[in-house]
Nanobody
Framework: QVQLVESGGASVQAGGSLRLSCAVS????????MGWFRQRSGKEREGVAI???????RYSDYVKGRFTISKDNAKNTLYLQMNSLKPEDTAMYYC???????????????WGQGTQVTVSS
């Protein structure tokens, strides 16, 4: 059974850092393309960062240079290191498994339940 469980969300002040984790069961992260997405209040879900099997990454322009996506194959876990956080990064963050190196959520499925990140100014 495929399961993705996000954790690590919290309330932080602008300029702070967080690391989100996505614990995966039912498949191995090394074999699949995976991504992080977020949904801000009143907005549609949007792609944040994705990483393919070879480790190639892609980031949205909003987070490029501040966020880093990575995988730990031994722990079967996906991470999102978020630095220099801004109030506009406030959102529910989700991980998912996909089939195209594309930031559109349409290419991803098996969504986790999400973890809330709140950044105050």
């Amino acid at each position: 059974q495929v399961q993705l469980v996000e954790s690590g969300g919290a309330s932080v002040q602008a300029g702070g850092s967080l690391r989100l984790s996505c614990a995966v069961s039912g498949f191995t992260v090394s074999s699949y393309l995976m991504g992080w997405f977020r949904q801000r209040s009143g907005k549609e879900r949007e792609g944040v960062a994705i990483i393919d099997r070879a480790g190639m990454t892609r980031y949205s322009d909003y987070v490029k240079g501040r966020f880093t996506i990575s995988k730990d194959n031994a722990k079967n876990t996906l991470y999102l290191q978020m630095n220099s956080l801004k109030p506009e990064d406030t959102a529910m963050y989700y991980c998912a498994v996909g089939y195209a190196l594309n930031l559109s959520p349409a290419y991803f499925g098996s969504w986790g339940q999400g973890t809330q990140v709140t950044v105050s100014s």
